[in-house]
């Protein structure tokens, strides 16, 4: 073999090894874990659609706007206060027709909230949190997005929104109060970040005092909902 054969195929064996010895590294560095327990980011797919958010308050806006009469009725109150009869099954969401307003269909009765105008017709942000923790999970800001896409669109420019935080009964009054306070503030913080004008959120939080099941401990009681107000 010449000597120039020899160095082609040193040549060829080196690039070999030195490409191998690359793809060990990065394998190894892709399985140390990060320090401080950090997970590498990973992309997430929203529950829902910013469609399915503009049509959710699109039809609430349509509803809002009908004159008071046969098709529509309000009532200012809480749930509780609209809804006197509702069973503890339903949780109190269904409303009835406010006295002296007429025979009206319960489903087209609005409730609106005295403290902050809000039609009481929620939508889940499906938010979720680190445990004991106001920090939005990759899953809670794929759904943000696709929130703030909604809210954004033509026919509900100018519509206001307010953002609620709500937790379930677990840890002290003080305690839940205060996380409910700040996970709202998370999530509003995070659409203004998106492009959502400041002026059309509010953040209001209800810590353990509004559950939306019976049983207050229930997880289905931590959650953060966003409800339009009334115009």
């Known amino acids: 073999m010449t000597q120039k054969s020899n160095q082609s195929l040193n040549h060829a064996l080196l690039s070999g ?3 191998h010895s690359l793809c060990a590294g990065v394998l190894a560095l892709a399985l140390i874990p990060l320090p401080g327990g ?7 797919d929203a ?14 806006k349509t509803r809002s706007l009908k004159p008071t009469g046969a098709t529509r009725a309000l009532c200012i109150g809480t ?7 509702a069973s503890s099954e ?12 007429g025979e009206t269909d319960a489903a087209e009765t609005l409730v609106v909230d005295p403290e902050t105008q809000a039609i009481d017709d929620a939508f889940n942000l499906l938010v979720s949190f680190e445990y004991a923790s106001a920090r939005l999970s990759n899953a809670a800001k794929a759904n943000l997005r696709e929130f703030a896409k909604g809210i954004n669109v033509a026919d509900l420019e100018g519509a206001k929104f307010v953002i609620e935080g709500h937790t379930d009964g677990i840890g002290s009054i003080s305690y839940n109060q205060r996380l409910s306070e700040d996970r709202a503030q998370a999530v509003t913080q995070f659409l203004i970040s998106l492009g959502v004008s400041q002026n059309r959120l509010k953040t209001v939080a ?26």
Not at 47 to 60: C, D, I, N, P
């Open 79 to 85: 749930r509780d206060e609209c809804n006197p009869n």
């Open 17 to 19: 090894g030195l490409r």
């Open 206 to 231: 209800y810590g353990e005092s509004r559950p939306k099941v019976a049983d207050i401990n229930d997880p289905a009681n931590r959650r953060v909902e966003s409800k339009l107000v009334l115009e």
């Open 47 to 60: 529950t829902y659609s910013a469609e399915e958010v503009s049509k959710h308050f699109k039809q609430l």
């Open 90 to 101: 339903g949780g109190g969401q269904v409303a009835v027709s406010p006295e002296g307003s």
């Open 38 to 44: 950090i997970q590498p980011a990973v992309a997430q």
